[in-house]
């Protein structure tokens, strides 16, 4: 009897200890795969912000984003993937900085660099940028897909 005991013991034990493993890996969050497009060049760097409050973007200094990742410029592509996200809105940025300077050098308004966000195909005086618009939901693991654009 006490044998039996035993092993009802060690079973419920494994149970118990699976069920919290799938409950942990679920619960440690999304994954965000960014993928950009038609770089110029593959000088400097592309550095890929997200974002999650509104009003933080603009960002012109680049420090008002949640998490950061730089990616390797190839053959005009590049990207990243950001990991452990909790669901939520959010929206990224793409810098193609080219001096290495972790700034968006800009010519009066405009970006000099390339740069793209979430949502946007085009950037204007009477389409700037902002959280709201470049925002989007993130319930699950997704892939979002930004063209570079260059003035």
């Known amino acids: 009897m006490k044998t039996i005991l035993k092993t009802l013991v060690v079973i419920a034990g494994i149970l118990t200890f699976g069920s919290t493993m799938a409950q942990d890996s ?5 994954s965000l795969r960014v993928e950009a497009a038609h770089f ?4 400097g760097a592309a550095l890929f912000a ?18 950061k990742e730089t990616g390797r410029i190839v053959n005009g592509k590049a990207f990243v993937t950001f990991e452990g996200l909790p669901a939520g ?13 972790g700034e968006i050098d800009k010519t009066f308004f405009y970006p ?3 740069f793209g966000l979430t949502n946007f195909e085009k950037i204007s005086l009477s389409n700037r940028p902002d959280f709201r618009k470049a925002s989007f939901i993130l319930s699950e693991d997704t892939m979002k897909r930004i063209k570079l654009i260059y003035k």
Do not use: C
């Open 40 to 43: 110029r060049n593959s000088e």
């Open 112 to 114: 000099k660099e390339g």
């Open 50 to 67: 997200l974002y999650n409050e509104e009003g933080s973007i603009p960002d012109e200094k680049l420090k008002r984003y949640y998490k």
């Open 26 to 30: 679920h619960n440690t969050g999304f």
């Open 89 to 101: 809105r959010y929206a990224v940025t793409v810098l193609h900085d080219e001096n290495s300077n």
